[in-house]
C-alpha cells in the first residue's frame, strides 16, 4: 500500500467511524490493532469537541450535552475542518448552523453562537490605538462638521434574537472575561436587537444599541463626517437635540475605547 | 551549518501564564510558542507576544505543517508562518514528523506514518521545499504515536537518522513522545536515544501524559515522570548541552511548579554533564 492510499483510508476510516482498523496497522503488544486505531478516532472527536466547548461555553450550558452533541456530530460530520488552526474551525460553527436545515431554524441557538464568536473575534482582533476623548480638544469647533472617525478594529455591531444576550449574561453570571455595560437602551418588544462588541486592555465588551445610537455608529463606520451623523439623527428628533446627542454620543465611544482614529477635513478637498 | 548555541530551559508559552510572566519576569531561559496561535490573528495575543519577546528569547513550534502528508504542500500556511517568523524573529522553527490530513480536510492530529523508504523519501523532499522556503533549516520532531504498519521497513530512529541527513534538517526530541511510544510498541527507549546522531539535535522536549495500562496517552497534563526523567538524563549526557523545554497544555500547575520542574532539568542535566566529561 503506497503513503497515499494509507492516508486516504486512515483518514477515512476516522471521519467515517470504522471499527475496524484500516489495512496495514498492526496489532500491539497489549491493544490489537482496532483498539489502537481508535485512539485516534477517539482524540479526533474529543479534541474539536473540547474546542467547541471552549469557543461556545453559553452555547453549551444553554443546549445541555445531548443537544450540543448532536450539534458537534452534525458540524463534524456535515462539515470537516479544513482550516489549520482548530480554533477557526470551531468558530465556523454559526456559519454551519445558518445552513444547516435543522439548527437555522433554531434562532435563540444560532444567536447565541454568533453573539460567543464576536465576543472572541473581538478579543483577538488587531491592536490599535483607543484615543482618549482629549483628542477632539485639539480639533476646532470649525473642523468638528467634516471630523470622520476609525473605529478600532474590535468592533462589530451584529443583528442578534434578544435572547442572545440574555442567556449569555445568565451563563456567565459567575465570572466571565467579558462586562455587560450598561445599555443605551432598545425596543424592549423587538425580537430583535443590535449588539456592540468591542475589546478593551485585555477585556472582550458588549451591550445593546438604541436605533439611534445604531445609525450614528454605522454612520461613522462608514466613514460618515460629524455633520452628516447630526443630520441623520435630525430625521427622528427635533434639531435643537440633535447635536447633544451625537456629541453624547461620541463621547461614550471615546471612553469605550471605540475610536482609533481621527481624520479633520482635508484642506485641499480632495 | 553551526547549530545554534543551546537556549537553556524554556517552558511553552501558554494563555494562561501570561499575565503571570509578563508581571513577574521569572526566570526562564526562553519559550516555545505555539505558530498557530498567533498565525493570522491580532489583539492581545501578539502584543503579550511582543512584550514577553522583549526579555525573552523565543522559538516557533507548528502542529500544522502536515509535512508527511501526501497532500500538496500548503504554501498559504507557510507563508502565514514566514510572515509570523519574520515578525517574531525566532530562534528556530519546529514542526512534527506526522500529517494532518489529505484531500483539504485537517483532523487536528499528529498522524503516523509507516516507516518507509517511499515515506523518507517524500518527507525529505517536502522538508526541503519548506527550508528554502522558508530560508531557514527547520527541526522535525518524533511524535507520541499509537499504532504501528505493517509496511515499515525500519525503526522510528532509523527513519529519523536518515531523514535529518537526507533533508539536511535538525531534530527536535521529545523524550516523553520516546517514553510514550516505546511504552505502547514496545521498544527500548534507550536505544532509541542512542540510535540518534548527536550533531542533528537541536532541542528536547519533556512532558507528561496519561497512563491507561494498556497504552500511554501524550497529554502533556501531567508532570514529568521519573521514568522520563531519566531518559531525558541519557538524552544529557549523549548529546551534551542542549536546549530543553516543558510543555504543559492542560491541567495547568501555578507557574512555579513549572519553573521548579525547570530548575529539576537544569540540575539534571548538570550532573550529566560532569559524567559526560568525567567519561571522556
Request: hydrophobic content about 40%; aromatic content about 10%; overall charge negative.
Amino acid at each position: 500500500m503506497t503513503l497515499k492510499d494509507m492516508q486516504a483510508a486512515f483518514q477515512g476510516a476516522i471521519l467515517c467511524g470504522d471499527e475496524d482498523a484500516p489495512r496495514g496497522v498492526e496489532d500491539g503488544p497489549r491493544l490489537n490493532a482496532a483498539a489502537r486505531f481508535k485512539i485516534y478516532y477517539d482524540a479526533y472527536r474529543l479534541r474539536l469537541a473540547e474546542g467547541l466547548s471552549t469557543e461556545f461555553p453559553a452555547l453549551r450550558e444553554t443546549l445541555g450535552d445531548e443537544a450540543f452533541g448532536a450539534l458537534f456530530e452534525a458540524y463534524l460530520e456535515g462539515r470537516p475542518s479544513r482550516a489549520f488552526a482548530a480554533q477557526d474551525y470551531c468558530r465556523g460553527l454559526p456559519d454551519f448552523m445558518r445552513e444547516d436545515p435543522h439548527w437555522r431554524e433554531q434562532d435563540n441557538a444560532l444567536g447565541l453562537a454568533e453573539f460567543e464568536r464576536a465576543l472572541s473575534r473581538a478579543f483577538d482582533a488587531p491592536d490599535a490605538p483607543q484615543l482618549a476623548i482629549d483628542v477632539l480638544a485639539a480639533q476646532t469647533p470649525e473642523d468638528w462638521p467634516e471630523l470622520t472617525f476609525v473605529l478600532h478594529p474590535s468592533v462589530q455591531m451584529i443583528e442578534l434574537p434578544r435572547s442572545a444576550r440574555s442567556a449569555y449574561a445568565l451563563s456567565q453570571s459567575e465570572l466571565s472575561e467579558t462586562a455587560d455595560q450598561e445599555d443605551a437602551g432598545g425596543e424592549d418588544n423587538a425580537p430583535m436587537e443590535t449588539v456592540l462588541f468591542w475589546r478593551q486592555r485585555d477585556l472582550s465588551f458588549y451591550r445593546a444599541l438604541s436605533g439611534d445610537e445604531e445609525i450614528a455608529l454605522a454612520s461613522l463606520q462608514r466613514g460618515t463626517d460629524f455633520a452628516l451623523i447630526c443630520a441623520v439623527l435630525a430625521q427622528n428628533r427635533p434639531a435643537e437635540d440633535v447635536a447633544g446627542e451625537a456629541a453624547g454620543f461620541l463621547g461614550r465611544w471615546f471612553t469605550d475605547g471605540l475610536i482609533a482614529g481621527i481624520r479633520a477635513a482635508d484642506p485641499a478637498g480632495s | 551549518m553551526e547549530k545554534p548555541a543551546p537556549l537553556g530551559f524554556g517552558l511553552g508559552l501558554r494563555h494562561r501564564y501570561h499575565a503571570e510572566i509578563v508581571k513577574e519576569r521569572p526566570d526562564i531561559d526562553w519559550f516555545e510558542v505555539i505558530s498557530e496561535n498567533y498565525i493570522g490573528r491580532g489583539g492581545r495575543p501578539l502584543a503579550i507576544l511582543d512584550d514577553i519577546r522583549a526579555d525573552y528569547r523565543i522559538v516557533m513550534h507548528g502542529v500544522s505543517m502536515s509535512i508527511a502528508s501526501t497532500a500538496p504542500l500548503d504554501f498559504d500556511y507557510l507563508g502565514k508562518l514566514r510572515d509570523l517568523a519574520r515578525r517574531c524573529e525566532p530562534e528556530w522553527i519546529s514542526d512534527h514528523l506526522c500529517w494532518t490530513g489529505v484531500h483539504g480536510v485537517n483532523l487536528h492530529d499528529l498522524l503516523p506514518i509507516p516507516y518507509t523508504r517511499e515515506a523518507l523519501d517524500h518527507v525529505a523532499e517536502r522538508i526541503l521545499r519548506v527550508e528554502d522556503f522558508l530560508q531557514r533549516r527547520i527541526a522535525i520532531e518524533n511524535v507520541s504515536s499509537y499504532v504501528t504498519f505493517a509496511e515499515s521497513e525500519m525503526t522510528e530512529e532509523a527513519f529519523l537518522r536518515e531523514l535529518a541527513e537526507k533533508a539536511d534538517c535538525w531534530l527536535l526530541l521529545d523524550v516523553n513522545n520516546i517514553f510514550v511510544s516505546s511504552f505502547n510498541h514496545g521498544f527500548d527507549p534507550a536505544r532509541f536515544l542512542d540510535d540518534i546522531p548527536q550533531e542533528r539535535v537541536l532541542q528536547l522536549h519533556l512532558a507528561g501524559h496519561s497512563d491507561h495500562e494498556t497504552h500511554k496517552i501524550d497529554t502533556h497534563d501531567q508532570p514529568v515522570i521519573e521514568e522520563v526523567w531519566s531518559l531525558f538524563e541519557r538524552a544529557c549526557r549523549r548529546f551534551g548541552a542542549i536546549s530543553t523545554m516543558i510543555e504543559r497544555d492542560d491541567n495547568f500547575p501555578p507557574l512555579h511548579e513549572l519553573v521548579g520542574e525547570l530548575d529539576r532539568a537544569r540540575a539534571i542535566a548538570a550532573a550529566a554533564r560532569i559524567r559526560r566529561e568525567a567519561a571522556e
